[in-house]
């Protein structure tokens, strides 16, 4: 399967303020997510993003909150954007290919955002 | 949606000792993957365990085995000779068959491996 460089690892954030989150895959990949996970739970799906296209958001999820960029099939960004305590949480970026094997999700390390 | 469930908050083996995580999910469709992902305190999900539902034969990798029963859509995880490298966040996932298809994961189960 693929290697998924996130960045930042974690980050300490102002209200009001934003931050990107950049995903890099060592290999093409058809479709990536991301994903948000809240202290002690599971992950709940933003947003799939393919490349060429806008990116399909969840319920409760939009795109002025949560802008996301695919530009090529190997980089997606994630921002979060006016952010409050409320989105102090780990962002994953995920991503699935058919060559990784029976649609296999695979994972970066994640971001750890705490908005203070 | 699909719904994954797992009733097991938290469990805990004693090493090198067996342990059996449960998760039960709900769906109308016939052709679908369910997944065994691990997080530990690193926080990097990880593959453990794949299952075609197509397959009648229970998925192995080393240690950790399942027990797939798809009349009752149910998909355990065995880990066998627990070692503390096992304590982490076990999530159930499933996923339909077919491209463009989310994941949807379980709410995870905590295990402490005692020494």
């Known amino acids: 399967s693929a290697v998924i460089s996130q960045k930042p690892s974690r980050d300490i954030c102002q209200r009001g303020t934003s931050l990107t989150i950049q995903c890099q895959v060592d290999?093409?990949?058809?479709?990536m997510f991301w994903y948000r996970q809240q202290p002690g739970q599971s992950l709940t799906l933003i947003a799939t993003?393919?490349?060429?296209?806008?990116?399909?958001?969840e319920s409760g999820f939009v795109i002025d909150k949560f802008p996301i960029s695919r530009p090529n099939l190997t980089f997606s960004t994630l921002t979060v954007s006016n952010m409050s305590p409320e989105d102090s949480s780990i962002y994953l970026c995920?991503?699935?290919?058919?060559?990784?094997?029976?649609?296999?999700?695979?994972f970066g390390a994640g971001s750890r955002l705490t908005v203070l | 949606a699909q719904t994954v469930t797992q009733s097991q908050p938290e469990m805990s083996v004693q090493e090198a000792e067996t342990v059996t995580l449960s998760c039960t999910y709900d769906?109308?469709?016939?052709?679908?993957?369910l997944f065994w992902y691990k997080q530990p305190p690193s926080r990097q999900m990880i593959l453990v365990i794949r299952?075609?539902?197509?397959?009648?034969q229970n998925a192995t990798e080393n240690r950790f085995s399942v027990n797939f029963q798809k009349a009752a859509k149910s998909f355990s995880l065995k880990i066998s000779d627990s070692q503390l490298g096992d304590a982490a966040m076990y999530f159930c996932?499933?996923?339909?068959?077919?491209?463009?298809?989310?994941?949807?994961f379980g709410t995870g189960t905590s295990l402490t491996v005692i020494p």
């Open positions: 769906t109308s469709e016939s052709d679908y993957y």
């Open positions: 996932a499933y996923r339909s068959a077919g491209t463009g298809n989310q994941f949807y």
């Open positions: 993003a393919n490349q060429g296209s806008e990116a399909t958001y």
């Open positions: 299952q075609e539902a197509y397959k009648q």
């Open positions: 290999s093409q990949v058809t479709m």
């Open positions: 995920s991503a699935t290919n058919p060559g990784f094997g029976a649609n296999v999700l695979t």
